[in-house]
Each structure stands twice: as C-alpha cells, then as structure tokens.
C-alpha cells in the first residue's frame, strides 16, 4: 500500500519535473528567475542581540524595498533569517540549508568575525561555491585567505587598529590599558592598537587584560588598571562586556572623563550601554569602521522609511550596523539583478563574478570590491556618549 | 615590597568579596548532594532567577530617570525578600515535581532531568524575559561613596555582598548544628533509612532543604545584581559550575566545606587573575580543583568514605 503510493508520487514528480523544463526552456539571458532567495546570518537573539536585531530589521527593509521596486525582473525575493547566535557551530547547521539549495544566492552576514572565520571554507567548498557580503565581521583573516567568497562593507581590523591608535595619541593618552574580550576579531585589534602605540608613540606605557566573554566581575582588571594608574581604558568588545566593566570603574572612584578616559570600538558605540551603565559611560568614546546612517545626506530617505516602519526611536535603538546592513543588502541584490538567468535560473557563480567586477550604488554612496573582497574607501568614525545618544565626533581616514 | 603587600591585600579582598558569592551558591549543591547523593545542576539557573527577580522589584521601585520610589534599604530587603521567597518555591517546585518522581530511579536519571530543568529556565527566561542583559537600576540604591582602608578599596556593594554572605552563612550554620531540625537533616544525610526509623519525615526534610538552598542562591541573585548592576539569562551557567567546583573543593555533602570551599576558589582565582594573567583568571578555579582532587579526594572538609563519591 505504502509502496504503490510512493510509487505514484515519484510519477506525478517526474511529471511536473518534465512540465517544468519545458515551459521555461525559451526564458534566456534576461528572463524571469523562478525563484530568488537571499539569507541573512547574524546574532539575531543571545548575547549580541543589540548589534544583530537592528541589522535584520535593515535587511527586512532592504529586501522590502528592492521587492517594491521590481525585485530581479519581476521575481520578489525572498529572505531566509538564519540566527546564529554568535555561535559557528549553529551558523554551520543554518548555512547547509542554503549550500544545498541553488536558488540561495548569498548571505548578508555573518557578522561576528568567529563565525565567519568558521565558515568560510563551507561557503567555498559549497558547489557552486555560496557569497556572503558582510556589514560588520572586521577581521584581517576574513579577506587575506583568498576566499573568493568573502566581501565585506565594513572596514578591515588593520584600518581600524591604526585609527583607534592615532586617536589615542592624538588625545595625549600616557598610560593606556588595553583590554581585549578573547576572541578573534577582538584580540586581533587590541593587538594592532598596541603595535602602532609601541611603533609610533613609544612613550605611552601600555599594559594588556583579557576579559572573558558574557563576564560581568571586573574586580581583578579594575584593581589592575588602579595599580598600573591609566589615563585611558581602550577595550576591543563586542559590546556586553562594556556596561559592567565602566560601572565598575565608577564604582571605585576612576569616573569618566575626569578620572579616567575610554575609547571602546565597534559595537561600543551602541547608546543602550549610557543607560545600561547608569550613565558612568557617558563622555566615553568609541569608533566603528562603519558609518551611522544618521546625518548623511544619501542615507535620510532610508533613516524616514526605517522609522516609519519601525518606530520614531527605532534606528538609535538599532545598533551600530543598521546603515552597513542595509548597504551590505543592497550590494548583494544589484549583484543578483545584474546576474544573468538562463532557464529561469541565476547561478552562484554568476553572483559572484558580479559582486567581484560590479560598483552598486548604495545609502553611503558607491561601493566597489578589490580583489580581495575588502571595500574601497572605509573611513573610521569616532563617536562620544552624550546625553542619551552616542554622537559622531570625528572620522579618521586609516 | 610594600606595593606588593598592598596589591595582595586588594586582590585577597577582591577574592573575598568573589567567595562569599560562590559559598552562597556552593551551600545549596552540598546541602542537596548531602541528602539526595544527587547533583542538582539546574541550581545554576535557581541563581539566575533570582537575580532577575530582585531586577525585576527594582525595576518596579526605581524609576527610569534613577529614583527610588520607597527608601532605598527598604527597597533592597523587598528585593532580597521577594527573590528569596520566589527562588525557594521555585526549588521546592522543581523538587516536587523533577526529582522525587524519580528518587528511587537509577542515578542518572535525576541528574540528566536537572540538566534538562537547567536548559528549561535559561530557556525561560531567554524567551519571556529578556535575550539581552538587564539593567538593575542600583545606583540609587547603594550610596556611591568608595570606601577606602588604608590601600585598598571596597564598593559598598561589595561589602553588603560580604557581610550579607556571612550572616547568612553563620545562620545556616547555627540552624544545622544547634537545632532539632538540623540535626534531623544532618541525620538524614547520614543515612536516610535509619533516619526513617527514627522518625523523622524524610520528605519534609528534603523540602525544607531545597527550600533553604535555594533561598540561599536566590538572595546570591541579589547580591550580584546590586554588585555588578546587571543580570542575564546565562549568568548561572559559570557561576553555577564555579560554585560546584567551591563545594567540591571543600568536600561535597559537607556545609562548612562548601563555604570555605568558596572563599578559598574566589581568593585564588583573584590571586592567579592578578598577578599571573586575567586571560586564565576561570583556569585558576579548575586548576585549583583538579589539585585538590588529586591530593585529597574528599576535599577539603570532606570525610573519606569507601561509598560515597
């Protein structure tokens, strides 16, 4: 009985297989696709969900309005949300759903350095091999390790490391205690910042302190940075760490900015820390090696649409990779709507030699890949906590 | 040398004011383990709980702009009161309904099911509560005046974690040694056959055990929202791992054990964080119980016994 009917189901699929082919035998280079799907990959939910949530609801928009606006010749494109909670393990389980399935045709994301680096050869290894364009993950390793998969819209850590340093010295810092969280995006740029401080300012003492990742008990880096006497705190996090560890400062009379001064980086420049932190984290500064979209000119119509949709506070709650997301998106569907189709299908491989060759207009003006994958042109922005806001205060130019 | 007297002074405070919260949290697995012979994992995340709940009295107590809408120590006994009634009946709950369905199943199952209450509550409160870190608003609550002997410097949050950690200890110490009731419990844990024999009701004395335990883990929840001003969904995952490493270093099943055990864990985790490396500041207290296992089984305070783990 079971038998028979699986029987007649593989028939009517043989069926509809042959239908198939023949309807869209005649659809060309310029046809119509079938179907077009798009994945976003971040920490959506868990521990960093204050970067993660923000960049989906930008990438929603993103998809939202490429669909209204025609999609890839009429064809809407779908969007898969792959939440992996900061973990490369959960990312491995997610993206097999997409390396098997061809009409995938990239990932926004992943976001966290980690789980990129984790990844990567799964993407490549993929057949076709799977693109992924990410709005935040800066590590050097990601694009030196000719992955032609991997693009980015953010700066590279080797940018940011040098900038984070040349703001250090430019603010007269003597004593700087640089903190990393033990991961690979994070301890590879409190390395680039001791590098140029012992390379171009060698009179700044320096000592280093590794936090461990979630941890909230600061006591024996807070007495550490008492009895080395820092003028300044730079720490390389992610972001949660951040809250617990300037509240602890406080707590022992090293208050910002009088007492002591702190430059955090990206992910620190997140405003929920200023009320997280009770306010010992206002007039702290932090840079990004992307850009708010807030007060760029190209970006205003996407900030309205962003608040229209999500509420009027919805983008300084969003994070500090809304506009990089929503860039990163837009990237990856000009690629795919520049692909050619060829019996209602757009290959991998063709995204990708697009992304590769292609420029795209985006909010932050045009955005070109080098060879590498890295993007032509990053600045770094330094930010400050003031009143409920972190406000852009100065770029550095790497 | 001086500096470095002083430096000890401060890192061995530090450790204290660490200890006493992992003792808090130790005592509730080797009161269990002392009765049940079983390793009650989802304590961890009876901690957790806690916390979230004095989070969520100060949240109702203290206004977003930062006032405190009662006195500040009345609102931090409300918060102390409310997490420990509410984790106590949580743990009594879990008891009820977790364990003693399967007290007299092989050993394993109780503690695969404490794995899975474990999972159950950070699931929880990932979900319904909140998947990111909350705020417990405690600058109003805890004057922010640091205090300052000789060298070394103590946040007053700190010192209430100590000395509330202590007091609290001494209670439990006095209700176990110098009670009727606690000497049922010690003659339950001794064993729980004869205890029967004897009288007294094994099941009320387990009850009021999980109940005292996790009382105890749920005022740790407090103390260290008001320290560290921030409560999470995982917090009880390390601290909870920390905490049982604590007991047993000092001998599991054994009350005095668990809170030496702990005091010993956060002095030398603070000792190794500060003058070895804060990268393996967590390797010092895993370190310190592999020694300890390997020179003397029982632990410290614990008695060898041919039957007993």
């Given at each position: 009985m079971i038998r028979s009917r699986i029987l007649a189901l593989t028939a009517v699929a043989g069926l509809a297989l042959t239908a198939c082919g023949g309807t869209t035998g005649t659809g060309g280079q310029s046809g119509k696709p079938d179907k077009v799907q798009i994945a976003a990959e971040g920490p959506f939910t868990g521990d960093e969900a204050s970067i993660g949530a923000g960049a989906l609801q930008a990438i929603q928009l993103a998809v939202e309005d490429f669909n209204k606006a025609g999609g890839v010749n009429g064809t809407q494109v779908s969007l898969l949300v792959w939440d992996d909670q900061h973990s490369a393990q959960t990312a491995a389980t997610l993206q097999a759903q997409g390396i098997s399935d061809p009409t995938v045709l990239g990932v926004v994301g992943p976001m966290n350095s980690g789980v990129v680096l984790g990844t990567l050869q799964g993407l490549q290894g993929a057949n076709p091999p799977l693109p992924m364009v990410s709005e935040s993950a800066s590590n050097v390793k990601i694009t030196d390790q000719s992955f032609s998969v991997a693009h980015r819209v953010c700066a590279r850590d080797d940018a940011q490391g040098p900038a984070d340093g040349k703001f250090l010295v430019e603010k007269k810092a003597t004593k700087v205690e640089i903190m990393d969280a033990k991961s690979d995006y994070s301890t590879a740029l409190a390395d680039q910042v001791a590098k140029y401080l012992s390379s171009n300012a060698p009179s700044v003492k320096v000592q280093r302190d590794s936090a461990q990742h979630g941890q909230t008990d600061f006591h024996t880096i807070v007495t550490h940075i008492q009895n080395f006497g820092a003028d300044w705190v730079y720490f390389?996090?992610?972001?949660?760490?951040?809250?617990?560890?300037?509240?602890?400062?406080?707590?022992?009379?090293l208050t910002i900015p009088d007492k002591i001064n702190f430059l955090g980086s990206d992910g620190t420049e997140d405003p929920s820390i200023i009320s997280a932190s009770q306010g010992a984290y206002l007039s702290a500064y932090s840079t990004n090696v992307t850009a708010s979209p807030i007060g760029v000119d190209t970006a205003a119509s996407f900030v309205t649409r962003f608040k229209s949709k999500y509420g009027a506070d919805s983008v300084s709650k969003a994070g500090p990779f809304v506009g990089s997301a929503y860039e990163a998106t837009q990237v990856l569907l000009q690629a795919i709507k520049a692909s050619p189709v060829n019996?209602?299908?757009?290959?991998?491989?063709?995204?990708?030699?697009?992304?590769?060759?292609?420029?795209?207009?985006?909010?932050?003006?045009?955005?070109?890949?080098?060879?590498?994958?890295?993007?032509?042109?990053?600045?770094?922005?330094?930010?400050?906590?003031?009143?409920?806001?972190?406000?852009?205060?100065?770029?550095?130019?790497? | 040398m001086e500096h470095f007297l002083g430096l000890f002074a401060q890192y061995l405070v530090n450790g204290l004011e660490t200890g006493s919260l992992y003792a808090l949290i130790a005592l509730g697995y080797t009161l269990v383990y002392g009765i049940l012979e079983m390793l009650n994992f989802a304590h961890g995340d009876v901690f957790m709980v806690g916390g979230f709940l004095g989070a969520g009295v100060a949240g109702v107590l203290v206004s977003q702009s930062g006032v405190a809408l009662l006195p500040a120590p009345l609102v931090v006994l409300l918060m102390m009161v409310v997490a420990m009634a509410g984790a106590g009946l949580l743990g009594v709950g879990i008891e009820r309904f977790a364990y003693r369905p399967l007290r007299n199943a092989n050993r394993l199952a109780p503690l695969i099911t404490a794995v899975g209450v474990s999972l159950l509550l950070e699931s929880v409160v990932q979900v319904q509560v909140s998947p990111a870190p909350v705020t417990v608003r405690s600058d109003p609550l805890i004057p922010l005046t640091v205090l300052r002997l000789g060298g070394i410097t103590v946040p007053p949050s700190s010192l209430l974690l100590f000395v509330v950690a202590i007091a609290l200890m001494a209670a439990l110490d006095r209700f176990i040694f110098a009670t009727r009731f606690g000497s049922a419990m010690r003659a339950t844990a001794q064993d729980r056959e004869a205890a029967t024999f004897m009288g007294i009701d094994v099941d009320r004395i387990i009850v009021v055990t999980f109940l005292i335990g996790s009382a105890l883990a749920g005022m740790g929840g407090v103390l260290y929202g008001l320290q560290f001003a921030t409560v999470n969904f995982f917090m009880g995952y390390l601290l909870g791992i920390k905490a049982f490493t604590a007991a047993v270093i000092g001998g599991i099943g054994n009350v005095r054990g668990a809170m030496a055990g702990g005091l010993v864990l956060g002095v030398l985790e603070n000792l190794g964080g500060g003058f070895v490396s804060t990268a393996f500041q967590d390797s010092f207290a895993f370190l310190a119980l592999i020694l300890v296992l390997m020179l003397r089984p029982q632990g410290l305070f614990g008695q060898a016994q041919a039957d007993r783990a």
């Open positions: 390389a996090d992610e972001g949660p760490e951040v809250a617990p560890l300037v509240q602890q400062l406080k707590a022992v009379g019996n209602g299908k757009i290959s991998r491989t063709d995204v990708q030699s697009r992304l590769g060759s292609g420029s795209f207009g985006t909010i932050f003006g045009t955005v070109k890949f080098d060879a590498k994958g890295d993007v032509a042109g990053g600045g770094i922005y330094v930010y400050q906590a003031k009143g409920t806001d972190m406000v852009v205060v100065e770029k550095i130019s790497g | -």
